[in-house]
């Protein structure tokens, strides 16, 4: 019977030993080295042909929100433990599912963001990426009509997308 107790504490300390590891997981899978304590996200300036004026300011203080709500790193003015920065590559629309007419049945919305991680923590997974995701909606809609709902979906996928390549390790 000692023996079996003997077993049972010992396989408890090793289940246990294994769950701290260097790295820890909270919130849904998010994985960030406890070293890493503060973050900062520059202002993403907005560098598309086609420019909608509150988008740059939106998309950067969405994403430190997003950040914020969904990890315990503290955010910092200047340059935390990990930064973001970058600014936004594309904002176009562009006629698609050309017909026998010679005019497009739908239209496609893309907005791309150039994405440059820093972790000063741990330098090997920082990225310099654009994160890019697109709606199609019928020509025959007016792009003015669309445009904020659209954007707002847009800006949540790539906040989403840019938040799971920096701290969620599949």
Known sequence: ?????????????????????????????????????????????????????????????????????????????????????????????????????ETASKTRFTIGVKVKYSNNINPDDEFDQTFSQFREFESSTSFNTLESELSKEIREEIIEQVFNAAFVNW
């Open 1 to 101: 019977m000692k023996v079996r107790i003997l077993l049972y504490f010992i396989a408890l300390l090793l289940l246990e030993s294994g769950c701290f590891s260097l790295r820890y997981d909270f919130k849904g899978g998010v994985s960030i080295d406890p070293k890493i304590k503060t973050f900062s996200v520059q202002y993403f300036d907005n560098k598309a042909t086609l420019v909608e004026p509150l988008f740059s300011q939106t998309f950067t203080e969405e994403l430190k929100q997003f950040i914020e709500n969904n990890t315990n790193l503290r955010l910092v003015n200047g340059r935390g433990d990990v930064d973001f920065s970058g600014f936004v590559q594309t904002y176009r629309i562009t006629p698609q599912a050309i017909t026998s007419g």
